[in-house]
């Protein structure tokens, strides 16, 4: 009579979903319970999500704890951890175990749910459920697990340093070989966040005496071992084992197993493949709704990126990153976008973004406890944000203060970890630019005895050219030459078209114009695509200097689209809905909508399809 409800065909409608709570809320218990009692009877448990709304309603109807409420709220947990939903299996499970009857039941779904909170990026729900549950987890296996999910949580926090003891005394407890190399995996990349070679070494030597069955568990022994060889003395041999773990790759489809394999990939230098890897990995993670893994991924594949000088796919992926990770709490990852960005930002010449990213991983960094000093050391943050101001000066044609930059030290308490050597191409570019090449000799001489030993193409490319910086005439002709030549075995565009203009500045400073100028037009092609403006303009300068004007080619429509408005752009091309976007980006579909009709605007469309015919970065 008042209209504040009314029936339409089959169902029952509420003027405003507020009057629809507002009547639930105001209603007595036992009202409200005679209801639930009255749906749960109605709906058929043969149908998956009716039993789930059915388990929901008896749940709801409980004043006691009732053991057979608890079961089927544990079985729609498991459905919905089948269909990606962490966070709705995450509820269930907390609230099966309010309703366990026995305290075994209640510590095990209690763990169950902080580890389901955990992997939706829940990180203080993750925490708030693993308190409760430690009065009913005295020791055993489930005592290992909680051991291991608040060492992943103080890992995923940003606190490597609390994380590791944890998580090596989780996998020293654990009765079977699978669970203890699942463990030594998250200890073995907390050890590499904090910079600590004796605890990768230890993690590598304790995989070694783990009797690996499995194709799974092979492959995680030969990642540890690898790593703990590779950085402990015996590149040779943790070479090989790298490359057999990147082998398996096919095989593989969990995202986490993935992750396994780009992190082999890129311990041997091998960014591209890794690259390739990591985007199977966030494909799937998206589908899995597995957002911790995601955050990771979407870093691990941004970073690469920007130090490859592909600056527009760094930033859209960073900046992802970079909001779920402030979104869920998880701090260590955003260390890593913030990097990312400071970096793509550099070759952009963008240098407000990059000093104010460059300056937040810093703080970052200092907040979590991850500078160097009592052995808690991230050094590729440290390197990095470093790195990303020197590479700055640098692009903007300052070599004396990128200099300065490189030469600002950090105490390192392993000489020949690869973090050491990130920026070393740029410090000597830098050094010689500026007049002062003795200051990079003995940081070149070490980072080249490294790459030596690493055996990588594209360091070995980037040896051989700072070998040409420090050369003269043939001799500095023949280094720009075989860094070329070790450039073509390798993705790496931005740094080949590095070599190529500065092999084009040394032939045009030696009157060899017509030898010079090829190698620049490649190099500005190259610059112009990636959007590295600053070495774009000092390409186009040497080429006037050649006696040849360079055209200006717009690129700007394209460097209009925002970070988030590239992601969607790039999925609707792929053929996603609004719906199916703003799953994968975990966004809602209006927002998705909003954005997709800037993208159109900018970018002078009016339908999906004319999307194809774009060239838009590659995620």
């Known amino acids: 009579h008042s209209g504040l409800a009314f029936v339409a065909g089959s ?42 709304r059915r388990a929901w309603h008896l749940a709801a109807a409980a004043v006691t704890p009732d053991e057979a409420v608890a079961g089927a709220l544990e079985a729609s947990a498991n459905r919905a951890h089948r269909r990606g939903g962490s966070a709705g299996a995450a509820a269930a499970l907390e609230r099966a175990a309010t309703l366990s009857e026995s305290r075994s039941d209640r510590g095990r779904r209690l763990l169950q749910a902080a580890e389901a909170a955990g992997t939706s990026g829940q990180a203080d729900w993750s925490r708030r459920l693993l308190d409760r549950a430690e009065t009913f987890v005295p020791q055993g296996r489930l005592r290992t697990r909680l051991l291991r999910q608040r060492g992943l949580l103080e890992l995923r926090r940003g606190a490597p340093d609390r994380a590791y003891p944890l998580l090596l005394d989780s996998a020293n407890a654990a009765d079977a070989p699978g669970d203890t190399l699942d463990t030594l995996m998250l200890a073995g990349e907390a050890a590499a966040a904090s910079g600590n070679l004796e605890w990768t070494i230890a993690v590598g030597a304790r995989a070694d005496d783990v009797p690996a069955a499995s194709e799974t568990e092979q492959l995680m022994v030969q990642l540890l071992t690898g790593a703990a060889a590779l950085l402990g003395g015996d590149p040779a041999r943790g070479a090989r084992l790298l490359e057999g773990v990147i082998a398996k790759t096919p095989s593989l489809t969990d995202p986490v197993h993935l992750v396994y394999a780009g992190r082999a990939a890129l311990y041997l230098g091998h960014e591209g493949k890794a690259r390739e890897i990591y985007r199977d990995a966030i494909e799937r993670a998206r589908a899995d709704g597995a957002v911790g893994v995601l955050i990771s991924l979407l870093n691990r594949v941004a970073v690469p990126d920007a130090i490859a000088g592909r600056s527009a796919e760094a930033i859209a992926n960073a900046t992802e990153g970079l909001r779920l990770g402030r979104e869920t709490g998880l701090e260590a990852d955003s260390a890593m976008a913030l990097f990312a960005l400071a970096l793509a930002h550099a070759d952009r010449g963008d240098e407000t973004e990059c000093r104010d990213y460059a300056a937040q991983a810093q703080a970052l960094a200092a907040e979590r406890h991850l500078q160097l000093g009592a052995g808690r050391s991230t050094l590729m943050l440290a390197y990095g944000a470093r790195w990303a101001l020197g590479r700055l000066e640098l692009g903007l044609g300052r070599p004396a203060e990128a200099l300065v ?10 000489e020949q970890h690869p973090a050491r050597f990130l920026d070393t191409a740029d410090l000597v570019e830098s050094a010689v630019r500026s007049g002062q090449a003795d200051a990079c000799r003995t ?22 050219r700072c070998r040409g910086l420090l050369s003269d005439g043939r001799d500095a002709v023949d280094h720009y030459e075989a860094a070329l030549k070790l450039h073509a075995a390798t993705d790496g565009l931005f740094q080949r078209a590095r070599t190529q203009l500065l092999y ?49 080619r717009d690129t700007s429509t394209m ?22 976007i703003a799953a994968q980006l975990f966004l809602s579909p209006r927002t998705v909508e909003y954005h997709l009709h800037k993208v159109f605007t900018k970018l002078g469309v009016t339908a999906r399809g004319q999307l194809m015919r774009l060239d838009l970065p590659a995620a």
């Open 559 to 580: 460097n209009q689209l925002t970070p988030q408005e590239l992601q969607i752009a790039r999925l609707a091309r792929a053929g996603d809905s609004n719906r199916e």
């Open 11 to 52: 169902s029952l409608r509420f003027r405003h979903p507020l009057v629809r709570s507002a009547i639930y809320q105001g209603a007595a218990f036992t009202e409200r319970q005679a209801v639930h009692l009255a749906l749960a009877a109605v709906l058929d448990t043969g149908d998956p999500d009716q039993a789930d």
């Open 443 to 464: 940081q070149f001489a070490a980072y080249a005895a490294w790459s030596e030993l690493a055996g990588r193409p594209a360091e070995s490319a980037l040896v051989s």
């Open 504 to 552: 084009g500045e040394a032939l045009r400073r030696s009157k060899q114009r017509s030898m010079a100028r090829p190698q620049l037009r490649a190099a500005l092609e190259t610059f112009e695509r990636l959007g590295a403006a600053p070495s774009a303009e000092r390409t186009r300068h040497e080429l006037r200097a050649t006696g040849e004007t360079a055209r200006i």
């Open 405 to 414: 930059c490189f030469q600002t030290p950090i105490e390192v308490d392993n």
